[in-house]
Nanobody
Framework: QVQLVESGGGLVQAGGSLRLSCAGS????????MGWFRQAPGKEREFVAL????????SYADSVKGRFTISRDYAKNTVSLQMNSLKPEDTAVYYC????????????????WGQGTQVTVSS
């Protein structure tokens, strides 16, 4: 079983940066595709970024391309999301997720979810 714990959320001003981290545990952590999702109040959860199981490919939602970067540190069993040029519309609870394949994760078909970390961007 994989456990995921997010951290790094907080309050920032528009245009600022924030780095989220997802700490994973479990014997099969390295075999999972990892992704980040977010859910704003009153809205459905949406895909943000993906890293393949081997970390060889990434994918991003159009709304964050050029601003967000996902990365993995296999030695530390962590997945990070570097968020730059933040906008108020980025305000949401951000969730780390793990799934069996990249396409499944992109579409929210994941096996494990983290508890979420709040990101608030003020205007």
């Amino acid at each position: 079983q994989v456990q995921l714990v997010e951290s790094g959320g907080g309050l920032v001003q528009a245009g600022g940066s924030l780095r989220l981290s997802c700490a994973g545990s479990g014997r099969t952590f390295r075999t999972y595709a990892m992704g980040w999702f977010r859910q704003a109040p009153g809205k459905e959860r949406e895909f943000v970024a993906l890293s393949s199981w081997i970390g060889g490919s990434t994918s991003y939602a159009d709304s964050v391309k050029g601003r967000f970067t996902i990365s993995r540190d296999y030695a530390k069993n962590t997945v990070s999301l570097q968020m730059n040029s933040l906008k108020p519309e980025d305000t949401a609870v951000y969730y780390c997720a793990a799934g069996a394949s990249s396409p499944m994760v992109v579409h929210g078909r994941v096996d494990y979810w983290g508890q979420g970390t709040q990101v608030t961007v003020s205007s």
